[in-house]
């Protein structure tokens, strides 16, 4: 199975602050990567597919870079409602794993 | 827009069967792959499979031997098996769309539909 490590655990970040999370993959999954988001109680929500795709709806201060092993989530300026925890997913190739997931909290 | 919903009972014994459904209300269930996906308490997500509209599935092989997914395009639903059920398996279990778009000369495969989900205890 390909291993998903996401950096940080957990990260504490303020209103307006720019964050990234990072996902690296045991192995390529070229860029077979994608971000949810999930809120406590609510179902996960689909932020970036491909890498680097965002989802319709999602707001532009979401955005994905990386291929190969190495990628990272960044939050240009945060809002109220960012504060969530994050997972990366690898789709190269079954079983289609998660990362550990990175709670981003309130500073 | 699409919306999924599950269901199913909420507490199972140990050893026994847990069967839970998920309605595709909203939006046909052909031409679209499904999945299962669990988060047990405090823990992260973990993918549990997939069923195409027709009917070919895939599983994570850690559960592969106890799980079964099906699909009925009459109801419009899919559904999951997890038999030998063990207090590991106590979850919120969610339904999702498992969708794709062409790009780059690939096909890339997401997850763009969730149910709200249902919390599955495995208690006697």
């Known amino acids: 199975d390909i291993q998903m490590t996401q950096s940080p655990s957990s990260l504490s970040a303020s209103v307006g602050d720019r964050v990234t999370i990072t996902c690296r993959a045991s192995?390529?999954?070229?860029?077979?990567l994608n971000w949810y988001q999930h809120k406590p109680g609510k179902a996960p929500d689909l932020l970036i597919y491909?890498?680097?795709s965002l989802q319709s709806g999602v707001p532009s201060r979401f955005s994905g870079s990386g291929s190969g092993t190495d990628f990272t989530l960044t939050i240009s300026s945060l809002q109220p409602e960012d504060f969530a925890t994050y997972y990366c997913?690898?789709?190269?190739?079954?079983?289609?794993?998660f990362g550990q997931g990175t709670k981003l909290e309130i500073k | 827009q699409v919306q999924l919903q599950e269901s199913g009972p909420g507490l199972v014994k140990p050893s026994e069967t847990l069967s839970l459904a998920c309605t595709v209300s909203?939006?046909?269930?052909?031409?679209?792959?499904w999945s299962w996906i669990r988060q047990p308490p405090g823990k992260g997500l973990e993918w549990i499979g997939y069923?195409?509209?027709?009917?070919?599935?895939n599983c994570n092989p850690s559960l592969k031997s106890r799980v079964t997914i099906s699909v009925d395009r009459t109801k419009n639903q899919f559904s999951l098996k997890l038999n030998s059920m063990t207090a590991a398996d106590t979850a919120v279990y969610f339904c999702?769309?498992?969708?794709?778009?062409?790009?780059?000369?690939?096909?890339?495969?997401?997850?763009?539909?969730w149910g709200k989900g249902t919390a599955v205890t495995v208690s006697s």
């Open positions: 999702t769309r498992f969708a794709r778009s062409y790009g780059s000369g690939s096909y890339y495969y997401y997850l763009d539909v």
């Open positions: 909203g939006g046909s269930i052909s031409n679209y792959y």
């Open positions: 069923i195409s509209y027709s009917g070919t599935s």
């Open positions: 192995q390529s999954i070229r860029t077979y």
């Open positions: 491909a890498a680097s």
């Open positions: 997913q690898q789709s190269d190739s079954s079983p289609y794993t």
